[in-house]
């Protein structure tokens, strides 16, 4: 860059709303200053992405009081050098997921070696998966064929074999694609970008059988050995061929391109650069979510390795009847705090598939979507926890056959008991009337264990900010840091289960006050103490002998932990958690939850 970047104009388009923020420097730092929204425009009527882009930035222009536009140009760089600062902005940059993001097929020798790992690189590149073929998937020739033609991908990423090995299987696959001469989504004109990046022995051969039929583009290996992963080649290569051909076809986005300053990042991605660089900053392991309208991605850093997935069934908006599906009725009943009848909830929750951009008019209503969201996140969890796992087919003594049968499984990643803190984002979270709630969101989807730090991004910048860590670091470290992040707080859950009322452990809490407060916790208790993200308290607890915090069971645990705008929280509903299975004696409990974290006033 020849210039300064002191005031930056940045967009996510999401698939119902896209989001505006504004970047100014002040003094030495970075703050970010105003933002704006506007409903996505990328399908009809408009077809064009740039109208909701433009409707929202008119609206930073409107608050800020600075001209950004010119028509439908962004005025850059920025004209204070011209003697009018409060014209133009330095770069605008974008990320987006409008469209239904960057939809890819994925294929393996093995399903849960080559596919598995195959699947990882796409999730980390940003993709949404929409199937998994293998030569074992149990699918016969024709289905698989079948399967290609109808799914119409985006891309396809090719895997399979470890260099030196046999190729037939790899070959076989690409026969497959071959005859089923897949389509892409959009843009009937051009051919489909394929990305190969498996045994390099069979290189000439798939060139053959795909170079003439497909947009056929060469990565290193992703499992170059039985041992190891490569998924950075294939990543960023796919990365590449989203912007090159995929965002090319999809409505408006040229002139989308053409006005960024920067690469336009798929919002996954984006969110994942800036998940991993909290972590790798703070040496921390973490868990971070991003629920949308259409998918929810769940990213995670353990150990220093970073794994992404994405839930491209489970949303807010667009995808709420398949959390319903998924969960089951019951399963979403059962946080509802007030007794609803079935068909009244399931008419609910189609309405807002109906009308995906509408927000809840009364607190029955927000109160159903807040109950939508824990199990959406819990099942975004689940899955996530499937796919973070160590490699597959190593380091056991197997014959091929185990193979076939697919009797292996790596051990996943993810040890709440190890985890520092969870980063919620995305509306549902980032807009809850109340922090509070958004904490209770999480600790009910996730159901921590011992203790962990919660934050939430506060306005859903996350995305702005990953695509411009690529361009300014300092700008996206210091926004993130002053503006994006919220610490709502600690929540100490003791592991272990009891009858209600039974006593869970005793605790001690040395506040910064130099007040004591001492107390028990019981099973199925919940109690939320004040403190502040500047404060400290030292906690001191001794669990009932079933009872493990961590240390083992009984034994007894002492922490200094840190506040938030919520506080500390003293969970002792249990692990896992268990709520009646009667709904008058369910309500009552909820009810007495809320109550003891102030969402309820006392009595009601």
Same mark, same amino acid.
């Given at each position: ?34 933002? @704006? ?9 408009f ?9 929202a930035?008119?609206e ?7 001209t ?9 760089p #920025? ?53 998994v ?50 389509? +892409? ?7 489909? +970008? ?9 290189r000439? *051969? ?16 992703i ?12 990543? #960023? ?20 391109? &053409?006005?960024?300053?920067a ?18 900053r ?20 353990? #150990? ?32 509802v ?29 927000? *109160? ?18 499937s ?8 380091? %056991?003594?197997?014959?091929?056959s185990?193979?076939f ?49 919660l ?10 900010? @990953? ?29 272990? *289960? ?13 506040? +910064? ?20 993200? &500047? %404060? %400290? ?24 932990? %840190? ?10 509903r ?31």
């Amino acid at each position: 860059m020849t210039h300064p970047l002191n005031v930056i104009v940045a967009t996510d388009c999401g698939s119902t709303t896209t989001k505006a923020i504004l970047i100014e420097k002040v003094g030495e730092e970075y703050r970010q200053t105003y933002r @704006g929204e506007a409903p996505t425009t990328v399908e009809a009527p408009f077809e064009d992405v740039t109208r909701g882009v433009l409707n929202a930035i008119a609206e930073i222009e409107e608050l800020s009081g600075r001209t950004i536009l010119e028509g439908d140009r962004i005025i850059t760089p #920025n004209q204070s050098a011209q003697g009018d600062p409060k014209r133009g902005v330095d770069i605008y940059v974008s990320t987006s997921s409008a469209g239904g993001g960057l939809q890819m097929m994925v294929t393996g020798v093995v399903q849960n070696m080559t596919g598995e790992s195959a699947q990882r690189a796409a999730l980390g590149a940003g993709a949404i998966v929409i199937d998994v073929l293998a030569s074992n998937d149990g699918r016969l020739p024709y289905e698989k064929i079948e399967r290609i033609r109808t799914m119409r991908p985006d891309m396809i990423l090719m895997s399979g074999g470890t260099d030196g090995g046999a190729v037939t299987h790899v070959v076989e696959m690409a026969e497959y694609i071959a005859a089923a001469d897949p389509r +892409p989504r959009f843009g009937s004109t051009y051919r489909l +970008p394929l990305v190969y990046a498996g045994n390099t022995d069979a290189r000439p *051969q798939i060139k053959t059988i795909l170079g003439e039929k497909t947009a056929l583009d060469f990565a290193d290996n992703i499992r170059p050995v039985l041992e190891r992963e490569n998924l950075a080649p294939a990543r #960023n290569k796919i990365h590449d061929l989203f912007l090159e051909h995929v965002m090319q076809q999809a409505p408006g986005y040229k002139k989308l391109i &053409e006005m960024a300053g920067a690469p336009i990042m798929p919002t996954p991605a984006a969110v994942g650069v800036i998940m991993e660089t909290i972590a790798k900053r703070e040496g921390i392991n973490l868990i971070g979510v991003d629920i949308g309208g259409a998918t929810t991605d769940v990213f995670s850093v353990f #150990n220093g390795l970073f794994n992404r997935t994405v839930s491209a069934n489970l949303g807010m908006s667009y995808s709420i009847s398949n959390v319903l599906a998924e969960a089951g009725l019951d399963n979403i009943m059962r946080w509802v705090p007030f007794t609803i009848d079935e068909q009244t909830l399931r008419n609910r929750i189609k309405n807002k598939m109906v009308r995906p951009t509408t927000i809840p008019q009364s607190l029955d209503e927000l *109160q159903i979507e807040h109950a939508i969201a824990r199990e959406a996140l819990r099942l975004a969890l689940i899955h996530h926890k499937s796919l973070a796992t160590g490699l597959k087919g190593i380091q %056991q003594e197997r014959t091929i056959s185990d193979v076939f049968e697919q009797r292996t499984s790596g051990k996943t990643l993810i040890d709440l008991l190890k985890l520092d803190l969870i980063v919620g984002s995305g509306g549902i979270l980032s807009h809850a009337p109340r922090r509070i709630q958004s904490m209770l969101m999480m600790v009910d989807a996730y159901e921590p264990l011992g203790v962990t730090t919660l934050s939430v991004d506060s306005i859903f910048m996350m995305p702005h900010l @990953g695509v411009l860590s690529t361009v300014n670091e300092q700008a996206a470290t210091d926004v993130f840091i002053r503006d994006c992040m919220v610490y709502l707080g600690t929540c100490i859950a003791p592991i272990g *289960q009891g009858k209600d009322g039974e006593r869970c452990a005793d605790y001690e809490i040395a506040l +910064p006050d130099g007040r004591i407060e001492k107390g028990q916790l019981a099973f199925g208790d919940l109690k939320l103490f004040a403190l502040t993200r &500047e %404060q %400290q308290a030292t906690v001191t607890m001794q669990p009932a002998k079933q009872v493990d915090l961590g240390n083992g069971p009984g034994q007894s645990f002492t922490k200094t932990v %840190q506040g938030g705008v919520v506080g500390l929280m003293l969970d002792g509903r249990g692990r896992p958690l268990q709520l009646p299975g009667e709904q008058a004696a369910r309500v009552a409990m909820l009810t007495r939850w809320y109550q003891a974290v102030g969402l309820y006033p006392k009595g009601s």
